[in-house]
């Protein structure tokens, strides 16, 4: 198992991520995640809020774009999270903070779908009327983000890559 | 910035510096994980608005969306507390550091850019339109403004460990 996963970080990418020292790799791909993580979990919170009862002038229905541009988010925070993840293979995929990192994400865009599904999704959506758990919804997608964001956080003080940053 | 440097030094002798640095460890990286969630409120709330602005997402009614702005106000009063924190904890990385400086002053823009959206007038005509209705252009340069600039913020901040070599 081991080995499989070194295997995966010196693949000519996985060395590229790491070691290149170019502006172009591991902080490029760092940055791309920033600006995927800003749109995904920051337009979830605005829906989220406005489900918990704030800015209630503004009508549900017109927050549905909204969530095009959390997709886009997830899909920019996918592709650099796999690069970056390529690039450390055997520090994180065998720690536990980074399943536990997956797990909150997990359910976040599980909630966010449900969300999407079962609050926006009705043809009634146009009377601004909530079902009872779109609050309950609303909360936990907000919780789960925080989880996401602690426990993201907290892999960058491991492995190789953390020493790039003067971390140790 | 000699003045700059002398309180910088002092600084580093306090004990909240020693502390924040490393001489509790819980409290950098809390930090950094608070300084992310405020990015996110800030940067979500206020990027909707400036696509808005924009004349993007016109379903959405500019004025009730204001009611908003208090979280992203929420999320920079985190980032700057956390961020001050970090410079209290490590100012040597800081103040030598072209990364940082772009992102202050990235900042300050920002700041003027939310002046002149408020004062030129141009908040109060936005704040009338309904749905569907479209922005005139000194709204959209006024969202497309912030909306680069925030990014820049992002950018510069995320350069500091790379460029600059803080941690």
């Known amino acids: ?168 | 910035m000699a003045t700059l440097i002398a309180f910088s030094k002092w600084l580093e002798t306090t004990n909240v510096s020693w502390a924040v640095r490393g001489g509790m460890p819980w409290i950098w990286p809390a930090c950094e994980t608070l300084h992310f969630i405020g990015l996110c409120l800030l940067v979500g709330v206020i990027g909707v608005m400036d696509l808005r602005l924009m004349g993007r997402l016109k379903g959405i009614p500019i004025g009730p969306l204001e009611h908003l702005v208090p979280w992203a106000v929420a999320g920079f009063v985190i980032n700057v507390i956390t961020g001050l924190l970090f410079y209290v904890g490590a100012p040597g990385q800081y103040y030598g550091n072209s990364m940082f400086w772009a992102k202050m002053a990235f900042i300050a823009l920002a700041g003027i850019n939310v002046l002149v959206f408020n004062l030129s007038g141009i908040s109060r005509v936005v704040d009338m339109l309904g749905p569907e209705a479209d922005t005139p252009w000194s709204a959209k340069l006024i969202g497309a403004t912030s909306l680069f600039l925030w990014a820049g913020v992002i950018f510069f901040g995320r350069m500091l460990p790379f460029i600059g070599g803080a941690f």
């Open chain 1, 1 to 168: 198992m081991v080995q499989y996963l070194e295997w995966i970080e010196n693949t000519w990418f996985g060395i590229w991520v790491r070691e290149s020292g170019s502006i172009w790799s591991y902080p490029m791909i760092i940055t791309l995640h920033s600006y995927g993580m800003a749109m995904l979990v920051g337009v979830s919170a605005v829906i989220d809020l406005r489900l918990l009862g704030f800015a209630s002038r503004v009508p549900l229905a017109s927050l549905r774009r909204l969530f095009l541009l959390i997709r886009i988010g997830f899909w920019i925070s996918l592709a650099s999270g796999i690069a970056l993840t390529i690039g450390d293979a055997a520090t994180m995929l065998i720690s536990p903070i980074f399943y536990i990192k997956m797990l909150f994400v997990v359910l976040a865009l599980v909630t966010v779908r449900v969300t999407e599904r079962n609050v926006f999704g009705r043809p009634a959506l146009g009377a601004d009327v909530l079902p009872t758990h779109a609050r309950a919804l609303a909360l936990s997608s907000l919780v789960f983000w925080l989880g996401s964001i602690t426990a993201g956080r907290l892999t960058a003080y491991l492995g190789p890559a953390a020493a790039l940053k003067g971390l140790h």
